[in-house]
């Protein structure tokens, strides 16, 4: 038996009586006389304390705001530094900040001109890349991740596809590209096909760890109730592997945008993989790293967009 004992504070009673002679004299004061020789320490330390907090506030938000702001700058400051360091000792061989950016006020100037299919402005290759990305990643989506709950859900293809996907997944991706080009006899169709088998393995992978760490106790209940294999995936298994099926796709994404640009530099036509190597034939190092520029922004908008979209459908924080 565990007890427990109060004890009452041991200078509670001289508070008390102390607290009740200090009532008893100042009662015995006037009011004026109070008022003029003995102001209110209490009243005025709560005054203070709220003109100080305004104070406080303000500089808080300061420094969150210049927490947030000065180490991108920074590293943006460091970079250009480096740049133009790396343009002067090459005799001018690789373009300066300044002339880049007069470059790219002009190529964006009007991004969408067209002048025949090889020459088309930065917009429409763009657009053209993250159409080829959508539709290979759209495909590998729809066999990715049914296809890792599949194997997660059941031992027996688990032990059957992981020797296959551990075979598969180093390959890099522009071995795929002639498999693609035999088989489609196209390069577009060829390009998203690289898209598609580099882009499903994350999802694959991703998926059934999530399936197969899901709690034995759910899996114990759904047997209790004599669920289908049905409600299974659609009441247990997929909000719990939820977090790791987004973390697949974050991944897969990545992938097919690096992907297409290197595939778009084999198969030609219109993209920014194959914008980079046209510029590179012509010789305009400008646009090439202006193309650099516009591929890191890209892909940065993507994953931030599918951090955000994890971020709404998990209960925990996702970290880029």
Known sequence: MVSAVFHPPLDAAPVAAKNAMNNVAGSAIPASARGQKHPNPAAAGTVTANAAAPARDW???????W????PPLCG?????GLWAVVSTTTGGSIPSPKDTWLQALEVFSNPFYSNGP??????WNVLMSLQRVAIGFGMAALVGIPAGFVIGRFNFLSRMFNPLISLLRPVSPLAWLPIGLL????????AIWTIFICSIWPMIINTAVGVQRVPQDYMNVARVLNLSEWKIATKILFPAVLPYMLTGVRLAVGTAWLVIVAAEMLTGGVGIGFWVWDEWNNLN?????I?????????????FALIKLATAFTFEEVKA
Do not use: H, Y
Request: cysteine-free; overall charge positive.
């Open 59 to 65: 500089a808080a938000l300061s420094r969150s705001f």
């Open 118 to 123: 090889n020459d088309q402005g930065v917009g």
């Open 285 to 289: 190092v400008k646009n090439i790293i």
């Open 76 to 80: 943006l400051g460091l970079l250009v």
């Open 183 to 190: 088989v489609f006899k196209g390069a577009n169709p060829a």
């Open 291 to 303: 193309a650099i520029f516009v591929i890191g922004i890209v892909g940065l908008v993507l994953e």
């Open 67 to 70: 927490m947030a702001v000065l």
